[in-house]
């Protein structure tokens, strides 16, 4: 194994811990996002449902 300095270990695992952080933030983000979405779209079907019944 070629030599790795102890300083060039320290920044390649900093990076991966930041990396690892904002990866896991934008999944999150783009979760709720979808959730979002979903209960919008579930809530006007919903509502479409009910005006088809209350015209029935």
């Known amino acids: 194994m ?3 300095s102890e300083r060039a ?3 390649s695992v900093l990076v991966a811990f930041a990396s690892g952080v904002v990866v896991g933030w934008q999944a999150s983000w783009l979760r709720r996002r979808y959730l979002d979405w979903r209960k919008r779209r579930l809530q006007e079907k919903l509502a479409m449902t009910q005006k088809k019944l209350d015209l029935a």
């Open 2 to 4: 070629a030599d790795v």
């Open 9 to 11: 270990l320290q920044l």
